[in-house]
């Protein structure tokens, strides 16, 4: 069961653009929402994480919004940059028996054009 | 090292044989992860240990599938009688803490395992 929805699949974007990615997830009891980056050959790194007693996170050209009662959270990557070509992962874990398990979206392929 | 380190990093095996996959987390990290990676998907979760404690083993698929950390630290990745389906990039991942969203889990480059 996928527990994480993630999309689009992949993103082009211009330099200098604004790329969004979507995720949204079913299970209410999710109280840590991270975002991976990953590099072909490499293992994802965390970006930017968020708890959902707040409904936005800034940090540096990335932003997460949250929005708990439509159980939705997204990914802003402001004046993106052909560096920020990577595959994206959304994730989120909690709950009672799996505070420490990350359930991954499928991830976004996204490709800055300079 | 400075970060976690996995190996080997790429292994091919012919269906039928047994594999080991090694992870060394950063040095002290209480918490260490196994995550299972099929091409084009996002990493799925195969199992959690605590110092040498196997506290969730839910995500492993078969029997086949077998994860030990005796000692607290390094960790080894076992699948017996490999098959097709096992084709993937298995990722190990430390944390500092034993909550995640108290510290940052970081992962290494993958074993990437190739079954004929």
């Known amino acids: 069961q996928q527990q994480v929805k993630q999309s689009p699949q992949s993103l082009i974007v211009q330099k200098g653009g604004i790329s969004i990615i979507n995720c949204a997830y079913e299970n209410t009891a999710f109280d840590y929402f991270p975002w991976y980056q990953q590099f072909p050959g490499k293992g994802p790194a965390l970006l930017i994480a968020i708890r959902p007693d707040v409904s936005e996170k800034k940090e540096g050209r990335f932003t997460i919004s949250f929005n708990k009662s439509a159980k939705q959270f997204s990914l802003h990557i402001m004046d993106s940059q052909p560096g920020d070509s990577a595959t994206y992962f959304c994730a989120a874990s909690g709950g009672n028996n799996a505070g420490n398990m990350l359930t991954f979206g499928g991830g976004t392929r996204l490709m800055v054009k300079p | ?116």
């Open chain 2, 1 to 116: 090292g400075a970060g976690v380190s996995q190996s080997p990093r790429y292994k091919v095996a012919k269906r039928g044989q047994d594999v080991a996959l090694r992870c060394d987390p950063i040095s002290g990290h209480v918490s260490l992860f196994w995550y299972q990676q099929a091409l084009g998907q996002g990493p799925e979760f195969l199992t959690y240990f605590q110092n040498e404690a196997q506290l969730d083993k839910s995500g492993l698929p078969s029997d086949r599938f077998f994860a030990e950390r005796p000692e607290g630290s390094v960790s080894t990745l076992k699948i017996q009688r490999t098959q097709q389906e096992d084709s993937a990039v298995y990722l190990c991942a430390s944390s500092l803490q034993t909550v995640l969203y108290t510290g940052e889990l970081f992962f290494g480059e993958g074993s990437r395992l190739t079954v004929l």
